[in-house]
DNA sequence: TTAGTGACTGTAG
DNA sequence: GCTACAGCCACTA
């Protein structure tokens, strides 16, 4: 049974560490289609829905910025759940976004 | 079955 | 430096 795009988004994403963030192009070429970055968003989406536990918030676009937020029900909750894990956040953009940020490899 | 859409990115003008 | 466009895969109507 080969892993479906979803599931490895689910997994790439599991694996980024408390504090860290990733983006969605590295998580798609990580999996093996960089220019599907789109799809990883969008899998993050209903992952959500289906209650499976994907840190979200730790995936923000290619400048460090909180794009995703819009799914989450209020428009700060992305936010507030950075800060709790010691990411500062700065108008809706990751502060020392390079330093923070992880990749797969 | 086909067409439209989406939490993005890289290239070209 | 900014704007526009194409490409990626999976799901829904």
Redesign the pocket.
């Known amino acids: 049974m080969q892993k479906?795009?979803?599931q490895k988004v689910y997994e790439t994403v599991r694996l980024i560490p408390a504090g860290k963030v990733c983006?969605?192009?590295i998580i798609?070429a990580h999996i093996g289609?960089?220019?599907?970055?789109?799809?990883?968003?969008?899998a993050?989406?209903?992952?959500?829905l289906e209650n499976e536990f994907v840190p979200?918030?730790r995936?923000v676009?290619?400048?460090g910025l909180l794009?995703?937020k819009?799914?989450f029900a209020n428009n700060n909750t992305m936010q507030e759940m950075l800060e709790s894990e010691g990411v500062a956040i700065i108008d809706n953009k990751i502060r020392d976004f390079e330093i923070l940020l992880w990749k797969p490899y």
Do not use: C, D, E
Request: hydrophobic content about 40%; cysteine-free; charged content about 10%.
């Open positions: 479906s795009f979803f983006t969605y192009g798609a289609s960089p220019q599907a970055a789109r799809m990883v968003g969008w993050l989406n209903k992952s959500a979200a918030h995936v676009n290619r400048n794009t995703g819009i799914h």
